[in-house]
């Protein structure tokens, strides 16, 4: 009986690209609360310090500004931890971090109290997102591997949308700031239930968790930076995905800007596409993924690329298009962004695991992170500069890295082929 259940299951979440959950609910689980307790505060950190402290808004954020300059460095000291402690131990560690972090924001006052909590917050989201994918290398290999991305992204997008939908209703509520002090709270509680969720799953594999001695001896004094930095491979595609933290960075940065500013569209508008990119990825990111498993992986990205490319082309023409063509070609732009998105992420975060040496995956994940940071720091300034010159740039300016990217993974690919075979086959190559 339970075996003809079974096959219908299988089946079922085979044809929607799901991956197999029946050991790793508590990651799942975990993942979701946490994009949860993030989305809900993301958007009133400033909002809360504005109305809680006597500081102006230029002095939160010059706080804001150096706490992430002070935290600058942890991707590389979490690297050497996941090698030395195991994936799990860290991430669950970069959670109770952030809640450390949040219930000082409670009693935060004066300046450098709002660094400090401020620091330790963005201290633990960096502990925590180095080792992300690393999470889901424990839990799955091969093409399993990749329907557990799709699947967690698809969980992030759900999780922020609704923690941003339930922060928008509590933030007003109360008297004397209660509300934004509830999602204070809220927050801290997502985190703690997250680290207790991460404390009681147990992965399949062991080994990179329970790291013996002489093991650990041998990471230390094998796996170095250094290593990484040699790695072309590795260092390309730390580069390449800069390109896509830009492209990344395209909602929230650009959209609402560029659709009142630019176009003078009603605001509403930069909500609503906001909301189509939301539902696009939730309804059809796992089922795109396994679609896409048919394809070499490096091709698809490369695809993606071009049409990451084309979306933004299209972007910029608007600026010169009739009004009533524009709410139309938003959309269209919209639509080709979040399919690129879609084919692409999960790929993209499978590579970035399959690529690092299993002894030193933390140091390797440290770099790939690094690009992040790098990307999530030099995006605002630039693509708002280029926005202020003129409407059309930023687009053609990512149209252009977009394009250039899409050679530059194929690259990669016969890099990847060049080396091992068994990694060769990860770019979906004929080995």
Same mark, same amino acid.
């Given at each position: 009986?339970?075996?003809?259940?079974?096959? $219908?299951?299988?089946?079922?979440?085979?044809?929607?690209?799901? $991956?197999?959950?029946?050991?790793?609910?508590?990651?799942?689980?975990?993942?979701?609360?946490? %994009?949860?307790?993030?989305?809900?505060?993301?958007?009133?950190?400033?909002? #809360? /310090?504005?109305?809680?402290?006597?500081?102006?808004?230029?002095?939160?954020?010059?706080?804001?500004?150096?706490?992430?300059?002070?935290?600058?460095?942890?991707?590389?000291?979490?690297?050497?931890?996941?090698?030395?402690?195991?994936?799990?131990?860290?991430?669950?560690?970069?959670?109770?971090?952030?809640?450390?972090?949040?219930?000082?924001?409670?009693?935060?006052?004066?300046?450098?109290? *709002? @660094?400090? @909590?401020?620091?330790?917050?963005? @201290?633990?989201?960096?502990? #925590?997102?180095?080792?992300?994918?690393?999470?889901?290398?424990?839990?799955?290999?091969?093409?399993?591997?990749?329907?557990?991305?799709?699947?967690?992204?698809?969980?992030?997008?759900?999780?922020?949308?609704?923690?941003?939908?339930? +922060?928008?209703?509590?933030?007003?509520?109360?008297?004397?700031?209660?509300?934004?002090?509830?999602?204070?709270?809220?927050? &801290?509680?997502?985190?703690?239930?997250?680290?207790?969720?991460?404390?009681?799953?147990?992965?399949?594999?062991?080994?990179?968790?329970? $790291?013996?001695?002489?093991?650990?001896?041998?990471?230390?004094?094998?796996?170095?930076?250094?290593?990484?930095?040699?790695?072309?491979?590795?260092?390309?595609?730390?580069?390449?995905?800069?390109?896509?933290?830009?492209?990344?960075?395209?909602? %929230?940065?650009?959209? +609402?800007?560029?659709?009142?500013?630019?176009?003078?569209?009603? $605001?509403?508008?930069?909500?609503?596409?906001?909301?189509?990119? %939301?539902?696009?990825?939730?309804?059809?990111?796992?089922?795109?993924?396994?679609?896409?498993?048919?394809?070499?992986?490096?091709?698809?990205?490369?695809?993606?690329?071009?049409?990451?490319?084309?979306?933004?082309?299209?972007?910029?023409?608007?600026?010169?298009?009739?009004?009533?063509?524009?709410?139309?070609?938003?959309?269209?732009?919209?639509?080709?962004?979040?399919?690129?998105?879609?084919?692409?992420?999960?790929?993209?975060?499978?590579?970035? &695991?399959?690529?690092?040496? *299993?002894?030193?995956?933390?140091? #390797?994940?440290?770099?790939?992170?690094? %690009?992040?940071? /790098? +990307?999530?720091?030099?995006?605002?300034?630039?693509?708002?500069?280029?926005?202020?010159?003129?409407?059309?740039?930023?687009?053609?300016?990512?149209?252009?890295?977009? &394009?250039?990217?899409?050679?530059? &993974?194929?690259?990669?690919?016969?890099?990847?082929?060049?080396?091992?075979?068994?990694?060769?086959?990860?770019?979906?190559?004929?080995?």
């Amino acid at each position: 009986m339970a075996a003809s259940l079974s096959s $219908p299951l299988s089946s079922l979440r085979d044809k929607f690209g799901l $991956p197999n959950m029946a050991r790793h609910r508590n990651l799942a689980s975990a993942a979701l609360i946490d %994009s949860l307790g993030t989305g809900m505060l993301l958007a009133f950190v400033v909002v #809360y /310090f504005a109305e809680t402290t006597t500081l102006s808004l230029p002095a939160i954020g010059g706080a804001i500004t150096i706490a992430r300059f002070i935290a600058a460095p942890t991707a590389m000291v979490v690297g050497a931890m996941i090698d030395r402690f195991g994936t799990r131990r860290v991430a669950l560690t970069g959670n109770l971090i952030s809640a450390a972090g949040y219930i000082g924001f409670l009693a935060a006052d004066s300046l450098w109290e *709002v @660094v400090a @909590v401020t620091m330790l917050t963005q @201290v633990g989201a960096v502990t #925590y997102w180095t080792c992300s994918t690393g999470l889901v290398a424990l839990a799955a290999e091969g093409t399993e591997r990749t329907r557990w991305f799709a699947m967690l992204h698809t969980l992030r997008n759900v999780g922020l949308g609704a923690g941003g939908a339930l +922060g928008a209703l509590l933030v007003g509520s109360g008297e004397d700031n209660l509300g934004l002090r509830l999602l204070v709270v809220a927050n &801290v509680i997502s985190y703690l239930v997250a680290a207790f969720l991460l404390a009681r799953w147990r992965p399949a594999e062991q080994k990179p968790e329970t $790291p013996a001695s002489a093991a650990a001896e041998r990471t230390e004094t094998t796996s170095k930076y250094s290593t990484v930095l040699r790695d072309r491979r590795y260092m390309l595609l730390a580069t390449i995905n800069i390109v896509f933290v830009f492209a990344a960075l395209v909602l %929230s940065l650009l959209i +609402g800007l560029y659709v009142i500013e630019a176009l003078h569209e009603d $605001p509403w508008i930069a909500g609503a596409l906001l909301l189509l990119n %939301s539902a696009q990825v939730a309804l059809t990111q796992t089922v795109v993924s396994r679609w896409m498993e048919r394809f070499r992986a490096t091709r698809v990205i490369a695809v993606s690329c071009l049409v990451n490319a084309a979306a933004f082309g299209l972007f910029a023409l608007l600026g010169m298009a009739p009004s009533w063509l524009v709410l139309a070609g938003l959309i269209a732009a919209t639509v080709l962004y979040s399919i690129a998105e879609t084919t692409a992420t999960p790929l993209y975060e499978n590579l970035s &695991v399959a690529l690092a040496p *299993v002894e030193s995956r933390g140091r #390797y994940l440290a770099v790939y992170q690094l %690009s992040w940071t /790098f +990307g999530q720091t030099a995006a605002p300034a630039l693509l708002t500069f280029l926005l202020a010159r003129e409407s059309w740039l930023p687009w053609i300016f990512l149209a252009v890295l977009s &394009v250039v990217a899409a050679p530059a &993974v194929l690259v990669l690919e016969r890099l990847i082929n060049s080396r091992r075979p068994d990694q060769a086959a990860v770019a979906g190559a004929p080995v």
